[in-house]
């Protein structure tokens, strides 16, 4: 191999190198950003579920006649 052939194979090298290392990074940024989004996701579905349960049990408490009182023994 020619100099000039050594220096066009360590140049593709470090080219193909460089590319591979972007496209990794740019593999990783991408799987991180949907693991965000489905996290928001479903923390958002958390929250509507657990708001419409609790207002669920305010209507139930609500609608519920309220308990008698107990009276104590009159003390002689």
């Given at each position: 191999m020619t100099d000039r052939s050594k220096l066009i194979a360590n140049a593709d090298n470090a080219f193909l190198r460089t590319?591979?290392?972007s496209s990794?990074?740019?593999r990783i940024l991408s799987e991180e950003e949907?693991?965000?989004?489905?996290?928001?996701a479903k923390?958002?579905?958390l929250k509507?579920?657990?708001l419409a349960k609790e207002?669920?049990?305010r209507e139930l408490l609500a609608a519920e006649p309220p308990k008698p009182k107990?009276?104590?023994p009159a003390s002689a």
């Open positions: 590319q591979t290392q990794v990074r740019n949907s693991a965000i989004q489905a996290r928001e923390t958002a579905r509507a579920e657990r207002a669920l049990d107990k009276r104590r």
